[in-house]
């Protein structure tokens, strides 16, 4: 079962990442409104949407358990970022439910994964 729930979590947090970045480096109409009403230039949405995709792969590909550490952090700072640019120009609380369901499942992901895709001995 823990298995089954691992593989849930990390492939809805994969595709949300692949498709988010996906649509950062693309940069559909509206985007740039989007972006600057958050207060960000849409310039940093390319970089921001080359590190989703790289990050995605890398929990979703075998091995790699340092990466995945990597991609793992840089899923929480983006989301808490992304709930706390939200909150900081008073967006209605609607707009905190997708960073927020992803937070949980980037969390989900994580604590769940199996020995073989953790690293061995402390992160240290």
């Known amino acids: 079962m823990r298995t089954i729930a691992y ?3 990390t492939v809805l947090l994969g595709l ?3 498709a988010g970045g996906f649509g950062d480096l693309v ?12 207060g960000y230039p849409s310039s940093f949405f390319r970089i921001l949407g080359f590190w989703k ?3 995605a792969v890398v929990v979703l590909l075998p091995g790699l358990p340092r ?4 991609a793992y952090a840089g899923f929480v700072i983006n989301l808490t970022g992304a709930v706390a640019a939200h ?3 008073n967006d209605p ?3 905190l439910i997708p960073p927020a369901v992803m937070l949980a499942l980037a969390v989900a992901s994580w604590a769940l994964r199996p020995a ?3 690293l061995a001995g402390p992160c240290v």
């Not at 985007?31 to 958050?38: C, Q, R, S, V």
């Not at 990466?67 to 990597?70: G, P, S």
């Open 67 to 70: 990466a995945k550490e990597w």
């Open 93 to 95: 609380p609607t707009d």
């Open 53 to 55: 995709l790289a990050g």
């Open 7 to 9: 593989w849930v979590t």
């Open 16 to 18: 949300g990442y692949l």
């Open 27 to 38: 940069q559909p109409a509206g985007f740039d409104e989007e972006t600057a009403k958050l």
């Open 87 to 89: 909150l900081s120009i």
């Open 116 to 118: 073989s895709r953790r």
